[in-house]
Every structure is written in C-alpha cells, then in structure tokens.
C-alpha cells in the first residue's frame, strides 16, 4: 500500500445512485411508521401486486431479531434469498437514520447476490412517530398509520406525518368500531403535508393495496427516466 | 494531527453499526450473570482485560502501519467463535464505509478491495485512526473504550438500568482503561520489530461460549 | 537435567515416524529428570506415550520442555499418567512448562494429557506451541484445574500457540489467580468455574466440510475455526465434569456416538 495511491476504490459509500460497476442501483422505498400500523402487511402486499412485473427485494429492520422478515418468509410473498433481516439492537430508528451502515450493507448484498433489481422495500421495526428515513438510505419514504391508533395522529404531525413522500392511513375498514373520523384526518393531514400525497386503504378491501402500488410504480418510472 | 479526530472516531453516534451489538451482554443479561451496575463493571472489566487487549493492541498495530492482512490472520486465530468473527467482519465493514466517507485515504480504499465483506473491526479502526492522523495509543483507547462502551449502552436497554450507573461503571474502569491502552501501544511497537505473534492473545472463554449460544437463539434484541 | 536453587530444567523428546510395516516407530524417547516417558500398548497403528511423572512438579524456578514430532506416516498418542500441579517453589519466581509439538502431512498426533492444576501459592506459565502442515491430522486436550479441591488457585498463565504452514491458526491464552488482570473470574470469563478446557481438532478433510458450531449444554461450544480445525471450550465446576464434556465431543468428532 501506498500513501500517494490515488482514490479509485468502490463508490458506493452512501447514497450514490450508481452501483459499483457503474449501472444505476435499485430503487430503494422505505416503509416507516408505528407498530400494528400495517406496515410488513404493506410490504407483503406491494410484493403480491408487483413481482410479476419488477425484480424486488426487502430488508427489515426489527426490533426482535426477524420477525417480520419470517411473517414475509412465511407468506411466502418472494424467494427467501430476497428477504435480509437488519438487527438493529432494539432500536430500529437508528438504523434507519443515525446510522444507516448496516442498512446499507444489507440493499448492496442484495443487489450483488440476487440483482439486478429494480427496487428494495426497506421496512423499518414499529417506532415513534418521529422515526423516519435517512436520504442517505432511501429515495422515498412511505409512513403508515392506522385509523385505530386515534384519528389525531394527522393533526398530531411529527417528521412521518408531515413529510414523507407518501402517507398511508390503513385498515380504514375498522373507523366505526373505533370511531375514527376518516374526514377529520384527511383535513388534518393535508393541513400538515401541503401538496404531498396521501392514501387512504383497507388491505382487507377490495383493490388493497392498489394505490399505494400504483404510487410506487410512478416513483419507479421517475428512478429510471 | 488533530487530537479532536478522537472524540469523532470513538464517539457513540460515529454511524459504524456498533448499536446493534451488545459485547456479549445480552446474552450475560439473559443467563443471569449481569443483573446491575456491580455486576456489568466486572463484566466489562473481564472484557477489557481479554477480548478488549486484544483488539486495541490489533487497532494500535494496524495505525503503526502493520500489514493488516497479517493483522486479520492474527485476529482470526485470536477468535475461534465464529459468531463472533462473523460479528467483528460486519463491523469491520460497516466502520469501513464510515471511514472511507470521513477520512478518505489510499489505505483504507486497498483495504477495502482486500476484504470486500469486511476485515476485523480492530484492523479496519487501526487503519481508520491512520487516515485520520492519530497514533497507535488513540487507536488502542478507541478500541479499549468499545470494547465496554458497547456492553454498558445495551445493558441500559437490556435491564432498564439507572443510565447514571452505567456511565459510573465506565467511569471506574478510566484506570484500567488506561494501561490496556498503554500495553496495547507498547506490544504494538514490539510487533513491527517481531511479527505480529508478539501480540496478546487472551481470551475469555464465556464470551466465546455465550457468542455461540446467543447466535442460536430464535429471538434476541442485538445482532452479537 | 540441571537442579539447584534456580530449580530443575529438564526437556523430554519424542520423535515418531512410520516403521514401513503399517506402525509407528519411536526413534527417539528420551525421558528427563521428573520428565520420564514410557511406551505403552498402542492401538492399530499408533504408538502411545505415557509422560511419567517421577517427581511433582512444576515448582517455582522450574523449567521443563516436552518436544514431539510425527513425521509422515506416524500416529503418536500421548497422555500422561496423573495430573500435573503447580506447586509454589523454594526458588522464587515463575515455573516454566513448555510444550512443542510438530505434526507433519500425513501424520497425527494426539496429545491427551491429564489436567493440569493450578495450587494455591504456585505461578506457572505454559506454552504450547504446535507446528502443522496441510494434512497434518492433531488431537488436542488441555484442562485447568484452579485450585486442589476447596484451595484458591495459584497463578497460571497458559498460551496455546497453533501454527498452521507458519501462518497463525489459533492463538489463545488464558490468565487467571492472583495478579491476573481484573475480571479473570467475572461474568465475561470464568465466572466462578474451577475448571477449564479447551478441546482442539484438526483434519484435512475439514478444508471441505466444517463441522457446524453446536452448544454442549449451558458452558460449553464446539465452533469451526478459520482454518481446517474446530474447537471446543468448555467451563466446568470440576476436572471430572468438564472431562465428561470434552470426552463426549470427542467421541462425537470421532464419530464413535
């Protein structure tokens, strides 16, 4: 080794849209938000509706070891070796913004070991409301709530709420047993996020997950543009 | 060089991965063997004197400019639990990518293209100091202080414990901080006459047994 | 063999080869001083070796050295007749133990002694060195017995140096007793266990194929190491119990279940 060896090493140190080689990487989505809010549901669902169409993968980030990676494994919503469990030491909204080098390391495996691919849902371990995703780590993030954690989350705000690139408010199908006014949250949460979007759904539904699939189709479109 | 690139390189929140591992204590939590601060403080006194030594005087070794291939062969004879040398390899690799972000340098890029799925952490942070103009006693400090710096965070998760009493049993091993780190420096300058075989190798047998133990387990909040 | 105040150095050395017949030859068995060696019935191909202790020791001052070798073709087995204890000296300082032991390709060696057990008062420093080539097959037991029963042990530092094509292979040592740097018997090392062993098993044919890491109850784990060997280390209240568990892995490495 030498000291005067220029610097020529590998790139990809953060969040360079190219990979090694000089390809552009995949598309990485990152999915936020409280526990029970229907997050894994949500990945689990956009696997369904996307894998016939795009090469996917998905990273946890739990807070027990690999949980949600076994609830994904278990449906069987893609091939194992598409699925990585993140350990993040009981904290998962470290390892999704403080410190991301885990992370990283776990969407760069992927790619080498079964890419190329077209996009990595990075799902984050149910957190606090202000757990959200470094730039570093992802391109877009999606925050999920649920309308059974109280209908004053939106008004509530907090960095998931009012800036995510998507808001998801899930299981609408459950508002008149717990009373939640559906109307009041979309006042709330387009007072708190302008411009950007949000979705209301019930995977229980019919259509599910479709406009949340159809949200991440369009970002997919502007990645590879 | 700049003493204050210390405080950055052994800083807590530098984004090497290290949160995700407890240093043996989860799984010491869960056999009963850390249940409060008097039992952590000897916890950690343990693992500094062994696993701790050996890493800062690897750390201290790589910043004098040793081989670092050499240095990781010596790291892996040094760690026969594999949990555990899978563990040093990812940190390894996740400080790697901090490093080369903070301090970019020749030597880290070769390093990196040497071990492209990680070398031992200690080599990679000796290294690290280097291209961040410290010596071989800031490495071998950075070093010592992870190696109880890590076990006494995730205690505090782990038992609840009063985090006043985790950072007072940091405080009490200051001392013995200090001469693992002068030892470290000192066996680390004999290495670059005598090969790396003068290094110490001292091992502590339940850290390598609970390693594989807790790597078994279904469910565990920390990755090592 | 030299004595005196400065205590008693004495080295034994073994060298095995292949007799040509499908046995092992001992071309050189030299005994020294309490270092006395006897060639004992061995079984198939192998030549045993019984390391004889003709006086106690090691003690304080002392300085003893076993070297063996087993060129190609050879299967050595070695054990020893009792347990050695360090014992405190008239001489002051450390006793020495040094063992080296040389496996060429083609050749096993198994190096079973007894325990070795640390009393109260006694400072003993061991070093085991081994010396292996790519298709060299070792057997390796070490106990550490800390303390005679009911007695604080002595201090013992014990370092076990394995070499494989001159390249490190495993390097561990272990400090304990009096002087030891703290924590020795805490709960990242020893927590209160009295006796402690470490298990080493190289073959070639483990380049291939690991065995995989396995836990054998609560103190005890067999893992495959970076190179074609795997180790077991084990905790134990007692020589007898931490014998049991070595012997059981062994016979599951041998494949005698």
């Known amino acids: ?225 | 060089m700049s003493r204050a690139a210390l405080l950055v390189l052994a800083d807590g929140r530098f984004p090497a991965g290290g949160h995700a591992h407890s240093g043996g204590a989860e799984a010491a939590v869960k056999a009963g063997r850390i249940t409060g601060a008097k039992s952590l403080e000897e916890f950690c006194r343990g693992r500094l004197h062994t696993t701790g030594l050996v890493s800062a005087s690897l750390a201290a070794a790589a910043a004098l400019g040793l081989d670092p291939v050499a240095l990781d062969e010596a790291a892996d004879a040094r760690t026969p639990s594999v949990a555990l040398r899978v563990a040093a390899r990812k940190l390894g690799r996740q400080l790697m990518r901090a490093a080369r972000a903070t301090w970019p340098s020749a030597e880290l890029d070769a390093l990196a293209r040497e071990f492209p799925k990680g070398a031992h952490q200690p080599v990679v942070l000796g290294v690290a100091a280097r291209a961040a103009g410290l010596g071989a006693v800031d490495a071998a400090y950075c070093s010592a202080y992870e190696s109880v710096g890590g076990p006494a965070t995730a205690t505090v998760r782990l038992l609840s414990l009063d985090p006043f009493e985790a950072t007072g049993v940091l405080a009490r091993l200051a001392p013995d901080l200090d001469r693992v780190a002068d030892r470290a420096g000192e066996v680390a300058r004999c290495a670059v006459e005598e090969g790396v075989d003068v290094l110490p190798a001292v091992s502590a047998p339940l850290l390598e047994i609970s390693a594989e133990a807790h790597a078994a387990w279904p469910v565990r909040l920390f990755a090592s | 063999m030299t004595g005196g105040a400065a205590g008693v150095r004495a080295t034994a050395r073994i060298a095995a080869r292949s007799d040509g017949r499908g046995g092992t030859a001992l071309p050189t068995l030299e005994g020294e001083g309490p270092l006395a060696l006897r060639r004992t019935r061995g079984s198939g191909a192998e030549a045993r070796v019984m390391l004889v202790g003709a006086m106690s020791g090691p003690l304080g001052g002392d300085h003893f050295t076993v070297e063996a070798a087993a060129a190609e073709g050879a299967a050595l087995h070695i054990g020893s007749a009792a347990a050695t204890i360090a014992l405190p000296g008239q001489a002051k300082g450390e006793a020495r133990y040094d063992v080296r032991l040389t496996v060429a390709a083609g050749a096993e060696l198994r190096w079973l002694p007894e325990q070795l057990i640390s009393a109260n008062g006694s400072d003993l420093y061991v070093t085991t060195h081994v010396d292996l080539v790519p298709g060299a097959r070792l057997v390796l037991r070490e106990e550490q017995v800390l303390g005679r029963a009911h007695e604080e042990p002595g201090r013992l530092t014990s370092r076990l140096t394995v070499r494989l094509r001159g390249r490190p292979f495993l390097d561990q040592e272990l400090c304990c007793g009096p002087g030891a740097s703290g924590g020795w018997d805490g709960p990242a090392v020893l927590a209160g266990h009295r006796a402690v062993g470490q298990l080493l098993v190289v073959r070639p044919e483990f380049a291939e194929a690991l065995p995989s890491p396995q836990l054998l109850g609560e103190c005890a784990a067999l893992t495959p190491l970076a190179g074609p060997g795997v180790l077991v280390t084990a905790l134990a209240p007692n020589a007898l119990r931490l014998r049991r568990t070595l012997d059981e892995a062994l016979r599951t490495l041998d494949g005698r279940v």
């Open chain 1, 1 to 225: 080794m030498h000291l005067d060896h220029t610097h020529d090493g590998p790139s990809a140190i953060s969040a360079d849209a190219h990979r090694p080689d000089g390809t552009r990487r995949a598309l990485r989505i990152g999915l936020g938000g409280p526990v029970g809010s229907g997050k894994t549901a949500t990945v689990a669902a956009l696997c369904r509706a996307l894998r016939d169409e795009i090469s996917l993968a998905v990273v946890t980030n739990d807070i027990y070891t690999r949980e949600d990676a076994d609830f994904l494994l278990r449906e069987a919503v893609l091939p194992p070796e598409r699925i990585t469990a993140v350990e993040t030491g009981a904290c998962p909204h470290t390892a999704i913004r403080d410190d991301i080098s885990a992370n990283l390391e776990a969407v760069e495996d992927l790619e080498d070991e079964v890419g190329p691919l077209d996009l990595i849902l990075v799902e984050s371990g149910g957190d606090n409301l202000t757990a959200t995703f470094s730039k570093g780590l992802v391109d877009a993030q999606i925050f999920v709530i649920d309308v059974a954690g109280g209908d004053d989350i939106p008004r509530k705000g907090g960095p998931g709420v009012t800036t995510a690139d998507l808001l998801v408010v899930n299981k609408t199908d459950l508002a008149p047993f717990v009373g939640s006014d559906l109307g009041r949250m979309a006042t709330d949460a387009k007072a708190q996020r302008a411009e950007l979007p949000v979705v209301f759904q019930s995977l229980r539904a019919e259509g599910g997950v479709t406009d949340v699939a159809a949200w991440v189709r369009g970002q997919l479109a502007a990645w590879t543009a």
